[in-house]
């Protein structure tokens, strides 16, 4: 009943007969919040998405995100860089499947539990987890990274939560 909001399109339905439901429905940025605006917020919290006076809260590992632009590319993003530091995710530092990987640019990338490690090449210059990349850099090398991943926050520094990650020892 309110003028404000017109759907033009929402569908739920059932996927694989696993009696879960699926929501669709097209946001933008101006939805897309920071935890902080939702009381006791749970570990793991990516945002909020504010939408039709509901928060609904994007947890790592819970929620399943599927991003599409108006011409129907995924909304994946691709970076690379070179690594600077290993840290553990502030948000979950006991967590070692969890890091904060800052770039040598300033960058944040935001290595998740769902994050894939591209390391299938066979290549031996190639790193295949957080330790590997953390022995690397003690040990005095360059290590590259490139991924594919969203964009969490561009304030004050730009942040991404990786998908997909591929860690090079470079010469």
Do not use: H, W, Y
């Amino acid at each position: 009943d309110d003028p404000v909001f017109m759907a033009t399109n929402i569908e739920i339905e059932n996927e694989d007969d696993d009696e879960r439901s699926k929501l669709e429905l097209n946001v933008g940025d101006a939805n897309l919040v920071g935890c902080d605006v939702v009381a006791a917020a749970p570990a793991g919290c990516l945002g909020v998405l504010l939408v039709l006076g509901e928060s609904i809260v994007l947890q790592d590992g819970v929620t399943e995100l599927e991003a599409e632009d108006r011409d129907g590319d995924d909304g994946d993003f691709d970076f690379e860089g070179f690594v600077a530091l290993v840290e553990p995710d502030p948000d979950d530092p006991g967590n070692a499947a969890r890091a904060l990987v800052t770039l040598t640019d300033g960058r944040l990338v935001r290595i998740v539990e769902g994050t894939e490690f591209d390391d299938d090449s066979g290549d031996d210059d190639q790193l295949g987890s957080l330790a590997a990349v953390q022995a690397a850099l003690d040990g005095g090398q360059i290590v590259e990274i490139e991924g594919e991943g969203m964009v969490e926050t561009t304030d004050p520094v730009v942040t991404i939560v990786a998908f997909e990650v591929e860690f090079e020892i470079k010469d």
